[in-house]
């Protein structure tokens, strides 16, 4: 009777801890703060590690906020954790396309830190060996003077309405019909579904679209692609050496108020073997 009641408090706790969760969600009882995400193909119950380095040390490492799955949300903390570490505040920050997102862009731009963070659309083309059409958003300017975006073949998309999306405004624009109709190869510019079926281009415009759109210009320069691609031989290594080197590739606390340390605690063995190798203890 006891082993039952304590069952259905760990049920009941793990229910209190995942209230936003849709019912068909699988939930851990024993390690509610967990979840099951996937990863290589695989699902499996985990935490979303995260960690910041430099100059070849790790200097912040934390769990994702509310262990989200993503890390579209992430930057700004994390790069905050490491200006408190190290009393520093850095000038240039690259990180991977999961970190794309409208929240860290404002939050780089507003601490003026120089960004490398490629769009998932941009990296995934570039393991394709594919080329943009010309058409993509980012290749639309926008007309503040009339409220119009003008594509690549000088015609307008003018304002439809507004609409609120994940808590965000998100604008449409749309072209005119015969302006599309006319352009003979118009199905590479709408590259949508839903445009090619009613015939012109819609442009869904947020908020950070002009912060969005300057960060993958910039990612398509040389200098941005040759700084960027320091990340494989610095954050990306540490978790390799971690993982598969030290062989620390599972949680052995529970719950989001210790598994933290754990991570914090293999930084810092991390840290202390660089140390020695370099001959610097």
């Known amino acids: 009777m006891f082993a039952k009641a304590l069952k259905y408090q760990k049920i009941k706790t793990a ?7 849709p019912g068909s969600a699988k939930i851990n009882i024993t390690d509610p703060d967990s979840l ?12 979303n590690a995260q960690m910041v380095s430099s100059e070849g040390y790790i200097i912040a490492a934390d769990i994702a906020t509310g262990n989200a799955e993503n890390d579209m949300e992430q930057l700004s903390k994390m790069i905050e954790q490491g ?16 970190y794309f997102h409208g929240s860290g862009l404002e939050y780089l731009h507003r601490e003026n830190i120089e960004g490398f963070i490629p769009s998932p659309d941009q990296v995934s083309k570039e393991r394709k060996d594919e080329k943009d059409s010309g058409f993509e958003a980012h290749y639309f300017q926008y007309d503040e003077t009339q409220d119009e975006w003008i594509c690549p073949q000088n015609k307008p998309l003018t304002f439809q309405r507004e609409q609120i999306r994940d808590g965000k405004k998100t604008t449409i624009y749309q072209c005119q019909p015969i302006h599309c109709i006319k352009f003979p ?3 590479i510019c709408c590259m949508k579904k839903d445009d ?3 015939g012109f281009r819609r442009l869904e415009v947020d ?7 300057a960060m993958i210009h910039k990612m398509k320069t040389q200098d941005a692609k040759l700084f960027y691609k320091k990340r494989g031989s ?14 620390f590739r599972e949680f052995l606390l529970r719950g989001h108020d210790k598994v933290p340390t754990q991570l914090k ?10 140390m020695i190798r370099e001959g610097l203890v």
């Open 83 to 98: 200006r408190i570490n190290t009393k520093v505040k850095p000038d240039k920050v690259s990180a991977d396309a999961g």
């Open 196 to 198: 090619m079926r009613k």
């Open 36 to 47: 099951f995400m996937k990863r290589n193909g695989k699902i499996s119950q985990s935490y």
């Open 207 to 213: 908020e950070d679209a002009d912060l969005k759109h």
């Open 185 to 187: 190869d118009r199905q």
């Open 15 to 21: 229910l209190d801890k995942n209230t936003d969760l």
């Open 234 to 247: 610095q954050i990306e290594s540490m978790f390799g050496i971690i993982k598969q080197s030290r062989k």
């Open 265 to 274: 605690i293999a930084s810092i063995a991390f840290n202390f073997g660089k």
